[in-house]
């Protein structure tokens, strides 16, 4: 079974900086676009940053400059560091990553979801 685990979610007062982890496991032969998103509440979920598998990035305007998203696929993880932190990045944070995995009839690919990280950020 393959999961998204995420990690690395808190409190943090404003202007400073967290770092989020996201590991897979499970049956998975290669990983390919990976990235974080955020839901505030009454908000929809929202993309924050995405790092494809030759390690292009995109992010979103609200977070350019602050936020940097890697990945490390011997480790089958992708990261988010999130520096100056500001009361409007609360939020439920979540991976989500393009995965091809192993099946009964052979390599399949799938998009799956972390359970979510909560991040706090208070003045």
């Known amino acids: 079974q393959v999961q998204l685990v995420e990690s690395g979610g808190g409190s943090v007062q404003a202007g400073g900086s967290l770092r989020l982890s996201c590991i897979a496991s499970?049956?998975?032969?290669?990983?390919?676009?990976m990235g974080w998103y955020r839901q505030a509440p009454w908000m929809q979920r929202e993309l924050v940053a995405v790092?494809?598998?030759?390690?292009?990035?995109n992010y979103a305007d609200s977070v350019k400059g602050r936020f940097t998203i890697s990945r490390d696929d011997a480790k089958i993880t992708v990261y988010l560091q999130m520096n100056s932190l500001d009361l409007e990045d609360t939020a439920v944070y979540y991976c989500?990553?393009?995965?091809?995995?192993?099946?009964?009839?052979?390599?399949?690919?799938?998009?799956?979801w972390g359970q979510g990280t909560q991040v706090t950020v208070s003045s």
């Open positions: 989500n990553g393009n995965l091809q995995i192993r099946t009964n009839w052979g390599p399949k690919s799938y998009s799956y």
């Open positions: 499970g049956s998975i032969l290669s990983i390919n676009t």
């Open positions: 790092i494809t598998g030759g390690g292009a990035t």
